[in-house]
């Protein structure tokens, strides 16, 4: 018997939010997942029905019409996009490209580069985060990076919602360009966060940014996501991506989302807008309980006592409410809830202070 090789020992499946778990009392307010919680746009089913006819084709494995339309949107070279079903798929190209060695991301962040990076036998440096609000210093990040590390950031970083800014940011690829390190930007999240710097202005080959279309239209089951970098970046991830990945119903999407800018701008501006009046509220809710919450994103995450997030969990779904046990996180003292629409975020609200303080 051929056995797996030697990396794959220490891989475990990683953890998602979105699972299809039921409870005795019929449907399930899905609190577990990051999307948009005012649905699809018109304009994506409109571009889902015009795909409908180019089934019988191959779809093309450039999606150079999608690229052509990002880098046309962003100001950048054609060569210097690749388009993938979905950013999980771009952080294994990113590995299978250039991880080498010694790989760096934050204690607390999204699975899938610990996945990626060990399927090439990269060894992990995890970064340290401080405080209650497991806040991330870029100094940190800095200090540690040697030449031919990949460094994985997630900005803003999920499960935690913080954003690191312009300054912040030039910190950390300042450093990565006199170490020679490879910083890999996951912008899944970007869209929801108020007055974003567009990273893309950077320019350099010690970046790489990955972004979705998923979250911002709340088309999951639709996988598509970006890279941006440089053309030999790109060329290098181009080599090794599997041919077809994206389908035809994705590249469709995406053009309308792309193309037509005016419509999805204005989509995301009121998206941010509803958002953030929401964001006062829960925060202001669980203030007066002495529940301190605070994010950049659409998301929080909240300490809801040692060791008790699957038991929180396990107590919301009771009542019809799904959250995220952030134990795959490392966090098993903390849930992570979107923001969803305002009825909805009430329910939770009121779920969450009535376990923390029960009725005697």
Known sequence: MVEPRTALQGIEICEHGGKREKDGAGGVIDFSTNLNPYGQPDFVF??????????????????????????????????????????????????????????????????????????????????????????????????????????????????????????????????????????????????????????????????????SLTKSYAIPGIRLGYAISSAENIRAMRKIKVPWSV???????????????????????????????????????LRERDMHVESDANFYVLDVGPEKAREVKRELLKQGLLVRDCTSFGLPSHIRFSVRKENENERLMDALLALKNPKS
Not at 134 to 161: Q, S, W
Not at 251 to 261: D, E, L, N
């Open 46 to 211: 409109r571009a889902l029905k015009e795909a409908m006819t180019e089934i019988k084709l191959y779809p093309d494995t450039e999606s150079r019409e999608l690229r052509e339309q990002i880098a046309k949107k962003i100001g950048c070279k054609e060569a210097e996009v690749l388009v993938g079903a979905g950013v999980s798929e771009l952080i294994q190209l990113v590995s299978l490209a250039f991880v080498r060695d010694r790989v760096l991301m934050l204690k607390h962040t999204y699975g899938e580069y610990e996945v990626a990076a060990k399927m090439m036998g990269g060894t992990i440096t995890r970064i340290e985060m401080q405080g209650p609000g497991l806040h991330v210093y870029p100094e940190r990040i800095a200090e540690e990076m040697k030449p031919d590390d990949v460094v994985f950031l997630c900005n803003p970083n999920n499960p935690t919602g913080q954003y690191l800014g312009k300054n912040e940011l030039w910190q950390i690829i300042e450093e990565a360009e006199r170490e020679d390190a490879l910083v890999v930007m996951d912008e899944a999240y970007i869209d929801f966060v108020e007055n974003a710097f567009p990273s893309h202005t950077f320019s350099t080959r010690n970046l790489v940014i990955l972004r």
């Open 247 to 285: 389908t035809a119903f994705a590249q469709r999407t995406g053009s309308a989302v792309i193309s037509g800018a005016e419509d999805s701008d204005e989509f995301l501006a009121d998206t941010r807008k509803k958002i953030k009046r929401s964001k006062v509220k829960i925060e202001n809710r």
